[in-house]
């Protein structure tokens, strides 16, 4: 995290620390890039962590995380693995998932049929329905070894 202090011992906060934060969204990277360009802190860290959280950590967030996972509107449809991952995680983190079988079943259901049927019906070496990292790694390695089959 890069900070500089101001003539008059305020803090201004640079782009580097968009780097650091936990937002994936292209659109909350966008805002963030944009108020870091202007924003300018008259006072503490306080202050700064008071006007972060208001403009970027929505007060429902783990409602409407939880709406839209029980929504189609996280499901993969075009995306690579590695994007619909990087929503999903945000969403499960947002709606404060903890069961580990509800996460898998969560991925499943929003993961693209054919590379869902392919983990699912694995010979051997099939993740285990509780081990949602597990998912996560055959879902990408399915997905990168479909795309380098493409390219040949």
């Not at 201004?12 to 108020?35: E, G, K, M, Q, T």
């Not at 008259?42 to 996972?69: G, H, M, T, V």
Request: with cysteine; net charge negative.
């Amino acid at each position: 995290m890069e900070f500089t202090c101001g003539s008059d011992s305020g803090v201004r906060w640079s782009r580097d620390i968009a780097f650091l934060s936990p937002f994936h969204h292209s659109s909350s990277v966008s805002s963030f890039y944009y108020l870091s360009s202007f924003y300018y802190f008259d006072s503490d860290w306080e202050d700064f962590q008071d006007k972060f959280k208001r403009e970027f950590c929505p007060i429902y967030a783990d409602s409407a995380a939880i709406n839209q996972l029980e929504s189609t509107a996280y499901f993969q449809k075009s995306r690579s693995v590695d994007e619909y991952l990087n929503e999903f995680q945000d969403l499960i983190t947002e709606a404060r998932y903890s069961d580990l079988k509800t996460i898998v079943v969560k991925f499943r259901r929003g993961l693209d049929t054919q590379i869902q049927n392919a983990i699912a019906t694995m010979p051997s070496g099939r993740p285990s329905n509780m081990v949602p990292t597990d998912w996560y790694t055959a879902a990408r390695t399915i997905d990168q070894n479909r795309a380098t089959n493409e390219a040949f």
